[in-house]
């Protein structure tokens, strides 16, 4: 029996053999880079899997943004077809992308798992109830102090500092070689700007890291929109005594002093235990796997468990 696990973030999507055998591609999210080409490689990744699984059946773990824990029923049906398609056999788990973080150790299902990559989710739960998710929305309807919610801010923040409705910052000049409204132009006329935008983030962290006062507005205004969204997930959850929280995403490994605020903030506001910075999600999906070979019903409409028959 071959094991594999795939993390499928908002801008890229990596997927990990039980062997330490490692693939990366970009997006399978269609609201972040369309149908065509989130098919097409998330397909890819699945007949890496299977060619490098041989004639061994499989059973894999895939965590992704896309899967509405409200209405999943489409979205299942072509993630499984993207993979018989693929000719891989076994069997296979889809859930949100946060789920194995809260499954798998250290939290093991008790605690908040908190996810900042493009977007930002969070999913809590009292080790006994089923859980629940805050926020997980797409980035019209949430996604507050993700690298989207931070890029989108910085961009406006430099378009209203160039044209005099707002104060200078650097981030007028720090988010591309030429005018920041050109950029923001031409990123509106894009039919996907989801990934472009979020990639701005990281010039909002290091102006922020340099001392820019409206970066560090952007910044602190990011941290209260986490700091909120754990809280309402904690409480949602009914969590209380000792409790903690996993963060992941490349919010974090990008700005590690992002990590480190959120981290005292969760500790000094909500009476967190320090929480535990996770830098390989993809290996934590794995360990959710090994974790919980066979779904409890307190996952039922949380994870789902696909059977994808034999090796094509």
């Known amino acids: 029996m071959a094991y594999w696990a795939i993390d499928a973030g908002g801008s890229s999507t990596t997927a990990l053999l039980d062997n330490g055998t490692r693939w990366r591609r970009g997006s399978v999210n269609p609201a972040s880079v369309g149908a065509r080409a989130a098919d097409d490689d998330l397909r890819e990744l699945f007949r890496a899997i299977r060619a490098a699984s041989g004639d061994r059946m499989t059973t894999g773990w895939l965590a992704t943004a896309t899967v509405d824990a409200n209405a999943p029923g489409r979205e299942l049906e072509r993630l499984t077809r993207l993979a018989r398609d693929a000719g891989l056999g076994g069997t296979m788990v889809i859930s949100r992308d946060v789920l194995p973080l ?32 805050v926020g997980g929305c ?67 962290c290091r102006c922020w890291l340099e001392g820019d006062a409206v970066a560090g507005e952007i910044v602190t205004g990011a941290l209260t929109d986490m700091v909120d969204a754990v809280r309402a997930a904690r409480d949602r959850a009914g969590l209380s005594g000792s409790w903690s929280a996993t963060l992941t995403g490349g919010v974090f490994q990008g700005c590690p002093e992002y990590a480190r605020e959120l981290s005292a903030r969760l500790v000094g506001e909500l009476g967190s235990a320090e929480p535990t910075l996770v830098t390989d999600p993809t ?20 994870a789902w468990t696909r059977t994808l028959g034999g090796n094509g």
């Open 138 to 204: 797409e980035y019209l309807g949430s996604d507050e102090g993700s690298a989207f919610a931070m890029g989108l801010s910085g961009l406006r923040a430099g378009v209203r500092a160039t044209d005099g409705r707002g104060p200078a910052t650097a981030l007028s000049t720090a988010l591309g070689g030429g005018s920041v409204q050109d950029l923001a132009r031409s990123l509106a006329a894009e039919p996907f700007p989801k990934s472009t935008v979020a990639a701005l983030s990281s010039a909002v």
């Open 102 to 133: 809260l499954v798998a150790p250290p939290l093991r299902g008790r605690g908040v798992a908190v996810v900042c990559g493009t977007g930002s989710g969070f999913i809590a739960s009292d080790g006994v109830r089923e859980p629940v998710s």
């Open 283 to 302: 290996a934590m999906v794995l360990a959710a796997l090994r974790e919980l070979p066979v779904l409890p019903p307190s996952l039922n409409g949380w």
